[in-house]
C-alpha cells in the first residue's frame, strides 16, 4: 500500500475489525453492513456540502439498513449512529419536530441526553492485539463508528416507541437517486468515497424511470457471503465464490450445482470465464490464483506469485494469458499454458488494482483502482500507454467494447464513464446512481451500457448520449456480489441469506 493510503489503509482495517466483531466473517448481515455504511459516509459527505436535503434522504436510508441489521444482530450500534447523523440533519435545518422524533428514539435506545444534544459524531477506536497487519480483505466504506456499549431496550414500552417513530421516518432506498451535475466547490473534498463535489451527481428525486426486478429464481448452497459472481460467456453458467472458500458453477435455467470446486485456503474474491467458457479462473485471499476445468470438475493450475490479496481477474480474447491485479499494487500477466508470469506491470503511486480488462488481442490490458486512473498498459513493454484522469473515487469495473474503441469504468464517486481509448477522451459521464458503482459493462452491440450500484439499482444507457433509459431495483436484497448478462435482460446478485438471485431486468 503507497504511503499517502496509510491512513485510509488503516481505518479500513479497523472498520473491518468492528463489522466482523459484530456479525462475524460469514454472516449473512455482512453484506448489508456494507450498504449502511455506504449510505452514512455519502450523507456525511454532503453534510460537509451544507446540502442538506440530500444528506437526510441518504440518512434516512441509513436508518432502514441500521434498522434492518439490528434485526439481524440484536444490536443498536449501527442505528444509534445513522439516528444521530439523521439528527444533526435535522437540527441544521431547523426541522425541530422531526429532531424530537429522532431524539426520542435514541433516548428509546438508551442514548442519554448529553450524548443526544451533541452536534458532531466523534470517533473512539480501541484497537487490541498486534498492530503487525499485512493485508486487508474489506471493501467496507471507511467511516466514522463509536465503539461504545449500548444498552437493549428493555421495555415494551421502548420498543412501541421506536416502532412509532420508524414509521413516521421511513424511505425507500430506491428513490434515492443522483440525476442532474452539482457545481464544483472552490474547497476540495478529503474523503475517499468522494474526493470532489464534481464527481457527484446531484437533485434527489423520485426516479418515473424506476421499475422493481422480477425475481426470477433464488439459488442456495454457499454457506456464507457470496464476494463474486460472473455469467458464462453464453449465460448458460454462472459462477459464484465467497468466505466459504468455494467456487461454485450453476445451471442458469435450473438453479442446479453442477460443480464444487474446493482448493482455496481463505476467501474467493475473483472469477473469471475464459472466452469459451471451458475453464474458470478464481482469486483469493490466499494470494494463489486457480485455474478450474469446468467439463471435468477438476483443478488445472494453481498460480503463485501475489503477495497479498488477488482482487480482480481477466482472460485475453485468445484464452492464452490471464491477468490478476490485487493489493499488492501489481498486474501480473500469465502464459495459461505454462502457468508462468510473462510480465509483471507496475507504476510508482498504483496502489491497489480492483479492475483489469483485455483489450482485443493480447497486448494491452486496462486497469483501474485505488489511484482512481484508468491506465492502458503495453504487456510487451511493461509500461503505460495511456493514464485516462477524471474519476473522483475509487475505480471498482473496468471492460472494453467489443472492438476495442471504447472503456466503460464504474467508480466509488457514484458515476461510471466511458472513454475513448484511443485519444483517452472522456466521452460520457454516466450521472444517476445513489451510491458506489460496482459495474459497467457494454452491452451486445456495443451501443447501449448496464451499470449497477450499492442503491440496488440496474441502470440502462446509451452510449451515444449517456441518456437513462431505464432502471430496475431489486428492493431490499444485498448486491455486493453481482454479474449481468451480455445483453442486459438478467442479473445474478448475492443476497443477504448467503443465496443468490436471478433477476429479470428492465429494457
Given at each position: 500500500m503507497i504511503k499517502s493510503s496509510k491512513s485510509s489503509f488503516q481505518n479500513g482495517f479497523i472498520v473491518l475489525c468492528l463489522c466482523l466483531s459484530l456479525?462475524?466473517?460469514?454472516?449473512?448481515?455482512?453484506?448489508?453492513?456494507?450498504?449502511f455504511h455506504s449510505f452514512k459516509q455519502t450523507a456525511e459527505q454532503f453534510i460537509k456540502e451544507r446540502d442538506f436535503s440530500k444528506a437526510e434522504k441518504l440518512a434516512e436510508a441509513a436508518v432502514l439498513e441500521a434498522e434492518a441489521l439490528k434485526a439481524k444482530l440484536g444490536d443498536n450500534r449501527n442505528l444509534i449512529d445513522s439516528l444521530e447523523l439523521l439528527g444533526r440533519v435535522y437540527r441544521e435545518q431547523g426541522n425541530y419536530g422531526k429532531l424530537a422524533v429522532t431524539n426520542g428514539r435514541l433516548k428509546a435506545l438508551g442514548v442519554s441526553d448529553s450524548e443526544v444534544t451533541s452536534t458532531e459524531s466523534g470517533?473512539?477506536?480501541?484497537?487490541?492485539?498486534?498492530?503487525?497487519?499485512?493485508?486487508?480483505?474489506?471493501?467496507?466504506?471507511?467511516?466514522?463508528?463509536r465503539n461504545k456499549v449500548v444498552p437493549a431496550e428493555s421495555s415494551e414500552s421502548s420498543e412501541a416507541a421506536v416502532s412509532q417513530a420508524s414509521q413516521a421516518n421511513t424511505v425507500d432506498p430506491a428513490d434515492v437517486e443522483f440525476t442532474e451535475p452539482v457545481q464544483e466547490h472552490l474547497q476540495p473534498l478529503k474523503t475517499d468515497v468522494v474526493a470532489s463535489a464534481e464527481g457527484i451527481a446531484g437533485e434527489l428525486r423520485n426516479n418515473t424511470l424506476l421499475k422493481k426486478a422480477k425475481e426470477l429464481m433464488e439459488i442456495k448452497g454457499h454457506i456464507s457471503w457470496v464476494k463474486c459472481l460472473e455469467f458464462s460467456p453464453d449465460a448458460r453458467k454462472a459462477a459464484s465464490g465467497g468466505v466459504d472458500k468455494t467456487v461454485r458453477l450453476w445451471d442458469m435455467a435450473s438453479g442446479q450445482e453442477l460443480h464444487r470446486f474446493e482448493g482455496h485456503d481463505d476467501n474467493v474474491t475473483a472469477l473469471a470465464f475464459s472466452p469459451v467458457g471451458s475453464r474458470l479462473a478464481s482469486g483469493s485471499s490466499d494470494k494463489t490464483i486457480r485455474i478450474w476445468d469446468l467439463e471435468g470438475g477438476r483443478e488445472l493450475k494453481v498460480l503463485k506469485g501475489h503477495e497479498n490479496i488477488v482482487t480482480c481477474l481477466a482472460f485475453s480474447s485468445t484464452g492464452r494469458l490471464l491477468a490478476s491485479g490485487g493489493y499488492d499494487g501489481t498486474i501480473r500477466v500469465w502464459d495459461l499454458g505454462?502457468?508462468?508470469?510473462?510480465?509483471?506491470?507496475?507504476?510508482?503511486?498504483?496502489?491497489?488494482?480492483?479492475?483489469?480488462?483485455?483489450?482485443?488481442?493480447?497486448?494491452?490490458?486496462?486497469?483501474?483502482?485505488?489511484?482512481?486512473?484508468?491506465?492502458?498498459?503495453?504487456?510487451?513493454s511493461g509500461a503505460p500507454v495511456k493514464k485516462l484522469s477524471g474519476h473522483k473515487g475509487d475505480i471498482l469495473s473496468v471492460a472494453v467494447s467489443?472492438?476495442?474503441?471504447?472503456?466503460?469504468?464504474?467508480s466509488r464517486d457514484?458515476?461510471?464513464?466511458?472513454?475513448?481509448?484511443?485519444?483517452?477522451?472522456?466521452?460520457?459521464?454516466?450521472?444517476?446512481?445513489?451510491?458506489?458503482?460496482?459495474?459497467?459493462?457494454?452491452?451486445?452491440?456495443?451501443?447501449?451500457?448496464?451499470?449497477c450500484s450499492l442503491d440496488k439499482t440496474f441502470r440502462l444507457w446509451d452510449v451515444a448520449t449517456g441518456q437513462e433509459l431505464s432502471a430496475s431495483t431489486i428492493g431490499p436484497f444485498g448486491m455486493w456480489g453481482v454479474a449481468m448478462n451480455d445483453v442486459g435482460t438478467r442479473a445474478l446478485t448475492g443476497s443477504n441469506n448467503f443465496s443468490l438471485r436471478l433477476w429479470q431486468i428492465g429494457q
Open positions: 456479525a462475524g466473517l460469514g454472516s449473512p448481515a455482512f453484506s448489508q453492513a456494507v450498504i470517533v473512539s477506536i480501541h484497537e487490541s492485539g498486534s498492530n503487525n497487519v499485512t493485508r486487508i480483505d474489506s471493501e467496507v466504506p471507511p467511516a466514522a463508528y505454462s502457468g508462468k508470469t510473462i510480465k509483471v506491470l507496475t507504476d510508482k503511486d498504483l496502489g491497489t488494482i480492483r479492475a483489469l480488462s483485455f483489450l482485443p488481442g493480447e497486448s494491452k490490458v486496462v486497469s483501474g483502482g485505488s489511484d482512481r486512473l484508468v491506465t492502458v498498459w503495453s504487456i510487451e467489443s472492438d476495442g474503441s471504447r472503456i466503460i469504468t464504474a457514484l458515476t461510471a464513464r466511458i472513454w475513448s481509448t484511443a485519444t483517452g477522451a472522456e466521452e460520457q459521464k454516466l450521472v444517476g446512481h445513489g451510491n458506489w458503482v460496482l459495474r459497467a459493462q457494454f452491452l451486445t452491440g456495443d451501443n447501449r451500457a448496464m451499470s
